[in-house]
C-alpha cells in the first residue's frame, strides 16, 4: 500500500490525484492532506479519505479545523503552519508526496520530500524553477525517485529509457515541449491590451488554478517548463523546444539522432500523469477517456510567437543568464501574475514587471536556500516597487 501525502490538496491536482487514488483503494491511501486556507475543502476531503493527519498552512486556521474535524467524526491527526507541511512531507505517514501547492510556497516542502527518499510527484513547478541544484542535491542525498508530473515532463520521462537518464547516453538530440498556445494565441500585442482577469482564466483544453492558468495565458507556464525540463532531464537550453500544438493531444515528444522521435499521446486530464506517477512502472486505470484519433480532428503544430508572449523569451534568457536568475524571474511573475489577478497590472505588464526585475537584479550563484529565499524576497520587492511606480 501507498502512503501519499497530498500538499495541496484542495486544489485543482489535489483533486485529480484524490480521484486516481479513489480508484484504487487497494493500492493507494491519502495518508496525509495539506492545504492553504480552506478549512470546509479540506474536512469534506478528510471525511472523505481519513487520512492519519490534517494539516493546514495558515496557522491561525488550526484550530477551527481540529473543531470541524472532531464535529465531522474524523479522527486524525490535526497540525498548523508552514513547518508542519514541510514536517508531513518528510515525516513516517507516507512514502510518497504529491507537491501540488502552488507557487514559491512549495519550496520548502518539497525539498523535504526529497531529502527524506520520498516517491516524490512533482506538479509545483515553480520549486524546480527557483532552486533546480539544490532539489537535485536534495533528490540525491535521499535516494528517492522523482516522477514529473506536469504533463509535457512526465510524457517526456515516459519517452525516454528509465525516465531520466543522461541524455547524451540515451542518443537523445532534444527535447520538444508541446504549449497548447493558452486562450489568446493568435492574437497581437494590440489585441491582448484590455484582457481581463476572467478571460485569461479561460483556458481552451486545461481547466487548472487561477496562477497557472494566467502562466499559459502569457506563455509563462511553457517559460518555467523549459526551465524544469533542463533542471530535470539535464538539457542543455538550446536542445529544448517549444512547439504549439493547439489541441493539446500530444503532451511532448524526444528527438533522438537517429531521427525517432517518440511522443506521449493522450486527452488534456492530468489523471494520466497523476496514475502514471503514482503506479509507475506499473499502469493502472485513471478514470480518463481513451483517445480517439478517428474523430479527434487534426493535429496542428506551429512555432511560438515569442514576440507577443514576451514570457517565453524571457523566461529562455533567465535560464542562459544562470544563477539564481531563474529564481528572480519566478519571484517577480508571482508578484505580476497576483496583481493582474487583482486587477491592479494590466496583462501586457506581467512581462514588463519580469522584465525590469531581472534587469534589476543581476543573477547571483545558487547557493543555499536561505541565500534563495532572501533574493526570492528581494525580488518580490523589486516587483512591487515597479509595479507602485508604474501603475498606481
Ligand atoms: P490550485 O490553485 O488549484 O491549488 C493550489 C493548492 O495549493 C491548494 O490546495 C492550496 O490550498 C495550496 N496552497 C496554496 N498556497 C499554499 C501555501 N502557502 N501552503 C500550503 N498550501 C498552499 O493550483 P493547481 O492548478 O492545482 O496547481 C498546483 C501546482 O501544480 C502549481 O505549481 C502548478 O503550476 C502545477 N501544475 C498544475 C497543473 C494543473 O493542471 N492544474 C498542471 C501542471 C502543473
Ligand atoms: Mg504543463
Known amino acids: 500500500m501507498r502512503r501519499v501525502a497530498v500538499l495541496g490538496a484542495t486544489g485543482s491536482i489535489g483533486a485529480s490525484t484524490l480521484d486516481v487514488i479513489a480508484r484504487h483503494p487497494a493500492r493507494f491511501t491519502a495518508s496525509v492532506l495539506a492545504a492553504h486556507s480552506k478549512v470546509d475543502e479540506l474536512v469534506a476531503l478528510c471525511v472523505r479519505f481519513r487520512p492519519r493527519l490534517a494539516v493546514i498552512a495558515d496557522a491561525a486556521l488550526e484550530n477551527e479545523l481540529a473543531r470541524k474535524l472532531r464535529h465531522a467524526g474524523v479522527d486524525c491527526a490535526v497540525a498548523g503552519g508552514p513547518d508542519a507541511v514541510t514536517a508531513a512531507a518528510s515525516g513516517e505517514l507516507c512514502d510518497t508526496v504529491v507537491a501540488a501547492i502552488v507557487g514559491a510556497a512549495g519550496l520548502e516542502s518539497t525539498l523535504a520530500a526529497a531529502r527524506a527518499g520520498k516517491r516524490l510527484l512533482l506538479a509545483n513547478k515553480e520549486s524546480i524553477v527557483m532552486a533546480g541544484p539544490l532539489l537535485l542535491a536534495a533528490l540525491r542525498e535521499g535516494g528517492g525517485d522523482l516522477v514529473p508530473i506536469d504533463s509535457?515532463?512526465?510524457?517526456?520521462?515516459?519517452?525516454?529509457?528509465?525516465?531520466?537518464?543522461?541524455?547524451?547516453?540515451?542518443?537523445?538530440?532534444?527535447?520538444?515541449?508541446?504549449?497548447?498556445?493558452?486562450?489568446?494565441?493568435?492574437?497581437?500585442?494590440?489585441?491582448?491590451?484590455?484582457?481581463?482577469?476572467?478571460?485569461?482564466?479561460?483556458?481552451?483544453?486545461?481547466?487548472?488554478?487561477?496562477?497557472?492558468?494566467?502562466?499559459?495565458?502569457?506563455?509563462?507556464?511553457?517559460?518555467?517548463?523549459?526551465?524544469?525540463?533542463?533542471?530535470?532531464?539535464?538539457?542543455?537550453?538550446?536542445?529544448?523546444?517549444?512547439?504549439?500544438?493547439?489541441?493539446?493531444?500530444?503532451?511532448?515528444?524526444?528527438?533522438?539522432?537517429?531521427?525517432?522521435?517518440?511522443?506521449?499521446?493522450?486527452?488534456?486530464?492530468?489523471?494520466?500523469?497523476?496514475?502514471?506517477?503514482?503506479?509507475?512502472?506499473?499502469?493502472?486505470?485513471?478514470?480518463?477517456?481513451?483517445?480517439?484519433?478517428?474523430?479527434?480532428?487534426?493535429?496542428?503544430?506551429?512555432?511560438?510567437?515569442?514576440?507577443?508572449?514576451?514570457?517565453?523569451?524571457?523566461?529562455?534568457?533567465?535560464?542562459?543568464?544562470?544563477g539564481d536568475a531563474t529564481a528572480i524571474l519566478n519571484a517577480a511573475n508571482e508578484v505580476a501574475v497576483a496583481a493582474f489577478l487583482g486587477g491592479t497590472l494590466h496583462f501586457l505588464g506581467i512581462a514588463d514587471i519580469v522584465e525590469t526585475v531581472l534587469a534589476e537584479l543581476p543573477p547571483e550563484p545558487v547557493v543555499d536556500i536561505p541565500t534563495l529565499v532572501a533574493r526570492d524576497g528581494a525580488a518580490r520587492a523589486a516587483a512591487r516597487r515597479v509595479l507602485s511606480r508604474a501603475y498606481c
Open 152 to 322: 509535457e515532463h512526465n510524457a517526456i520521462f515516459q519517452c525516454l529509457p528509465g525516465g531520466r537518464p543522461a541524455l547524451a547516453a540515451a542518443g537523445v538530440r532534444r527535447i520538444i515541449l508541446t504549449a497548447s498556445g493558452g486562450p489568446f494565441r493568435g492574437r497581437t500585442r494590440a489585441d491582448l491590451a484590455a484582457i481581463t482577469p476572467a478571460q485569461a482564466v479561460a483556458h481552451p483544453r486545461w481547466s487548472m488554478g487561477p496562477k497557472i492558468s494566467v502562466d499559459s495565458a502569457t506563455l509563462m507556464n511553457k517559460g518555467l517548463e523549459v526551465i524544469e525540463a533542463h533542471y530535470l532531464f539535464n538539457a542543455a537550453p538550446d536542445d529544448i523546444q517549444v512547439l504549439v500544438h493547439p489541441q493539446s493531444l500530444v503532451h511532448s515528444l524526444v528527438e533522438y539522432l537517429d531521427g525517432s522521435v517518440l511522443a506521449q499521446l493522450g486527452n488534456p486530464d492530468m489523471r494520466t500523469a497523476l496514475a502514471h506517477a503514482l503506479a509507475y512502472p506499473e499502469r493502472i486505470e485513471a478514470g480518463v477517456p481513451p483517445l480517439d484519433l478517428a474523430t479527434a480532428g487534426k493535429l496542428e503544430f506551429e512555432d511560438p510567437d515569442t514576440e507577443t508572449f514576451r514570457c517565453l523569451a524571457l523566461a529562455f534568457a533567465a535560464l542562459r543568464a544562470g
